[in-house]
């Protein structure tokens, strides 16, 4: 099964300052039809996991566009431009490369220092 | 509106089982791949199993930890996804969650979550 690492585990943050996530995969999570299956979900709190972003990079709908999202092959990185009150929640990465098994990252807590 | 709602959760002791239900609203269900997600208490996402549409294949997929004692199942007449749970241990204890889980453009959309707990 593809192991997803996220870092770091905690992750304070000014108001109005950036933040970067980062999520490592075992193997490389490119698909054989040449796309990279990779999501990003926010998790506020108290409330079901929604996700952010699809395929690395592409923003769904409503998603500010203060957040976005890089990476390939092995390496990814959400990043928030300015934080907000509403973004704090656990962040986690997903692959959809390899499945099954769906696997997930272990999350990323972002709170306001 | 798109919704998907859980229900079933409860309190059940272990070796006992539980049938949770996913209701689905405003989607065309009947194409659409569904999964069940399960988050313990404080932990992470942990994905359970997925079922096809019936136009792909039906085919349903489980985790290693829930193989054998859980099956998945779909009423396409009622727009219901089932989540049967035998021999239930206590580290099933979690919100269970149906959702598509999409890897494409298409929107992606969860359940509210229904609260399984395993205990004497």
């Known amino acids: 099964d593809v192991v997803m690492t996220q870092s770091p585990l905690s992750l304070p943050v000014t108001l109005g300052q950036p933040a970067s996530i980062s999520c490592r995969s075992s193997q490389s999570l490119v698909h054989s039809d040449g796309n990279t299956y990779l999501n990003w979900f926010q998790q506020r709190p108290g409330q079901s996991p929604r996700r952010l972003i699809y395929k690395v990079s592409n923003r769904d709908s409503r998603v500010p566009d203060r957040f976005s999202a890089s990476g390939s092959g092995t390496d990814f990185t959400l990043k928030i431009n300015r934080v907000e009150a509403e973004d704090v929640g656990v962040y986690y990465c997903?692959?959809?490369?390899?499945?099954?098994?769906?696997?997930f990252g272990g999350g990323t807590k972002v709170e306001i220092k | 509106e798109v919704q998907l709602v859980e229900s079933g959760g409860g309190l059940v002791k272990p070796g006992e089982s539980l049938r949770l239900s996913c209701a689905a609203f405003g989607f065309t269900f009947s194409n659409a791949w569904v999964s069940w997600v399960r988050q313990a208490p404080g932990k992470g996402l942990e994905w359970v199993g997925r079922?096809?549409?019936?136009?792909?294949?039906?085919?349903?997929d489980y985790a290693a930890a829930v193989k054998g004692r859980f099956t998945i199942s779909r009423d396409e007449s009622k727009n219901t996804l089932y989540l049967q749970m035998n021999s239930l241990k206590t580290e099933d204890t979690a919100v269970y969650y149906c959702t598509t889980l999409r890897v494409t453009h298409y929107s992606d959309y969860w359940g509210q979550g229904t609260l399984v707990t395993v205990s004497s």
């Open positions: 079922i096809k549409s019936k136009i792909d294949g039906g085919t349903i």
């Open positions: 997903m692959q959809g490369t390899h499945w099954p098994p769906v696997t």
